[in-house]
């Protein structure tokens, strides 16, 4: 009888951490191709990984999201050391085409582009192939940076 319950304390306290840095996030937006992503935190993102990060404060983050918005996810795109460059109305990362830059929401507000130059260590370009994906091309989100960010995400539907 010890030993059982020995065995469901371990496994609890097991439980109990594993939830800590692990989570199921929805993505309710149409610019990620999966809407079921599985979460985890802590490890280090690789380029073309999926990751959730809490959006900087804004008025057009949350004019369009709430106040209380969840976080966002994207997928990495350059990682720290990487070049980003505008031309035209398109972005560049590492002298590869991957955004075209919008002067407006759909809604006609005014977007303003993103931060170019250098990734900064600890910092990621994140985005979507969606043509509307408010992500790194936007100075409104700008560089996802290692602090915001809460985890990398497996698409699981």
Known sequence: ??????????????????????????????????????????????????VFFVPPPGELVN????????????????????LVEHRGEFVFVDGVKVARIK???????????GPTGIVPRDCFYVGTDHPDGFDSRYAEIGFACRKAILGTGTPIL
């Open 1 to 50: 009888m010890i030993g059982v319950l020995a065995a469901g304390i371990a496994s609890h306290n097991a439980i109990a951490a594993w939830q800590e840095s692990h989570s199921f996030m929805i993505n309710a937006s149409d610019s990620l191709p999966n809407w079921a992503f599985f979460v985890s935190a802590g490890k280090q993102p690789a380029k073309g990984d999926y």
């Open 63 to 82: 004019r369009h999201f709430g106040p209380d918005q969840g976080p966002f996810g994207k997928q990495v795109i350059g990682m720290p050391g990487a």
């Open 103 to 113: 002067p407006r929401t759909r809604l006609g507000e005014p977007l303003h582009p």
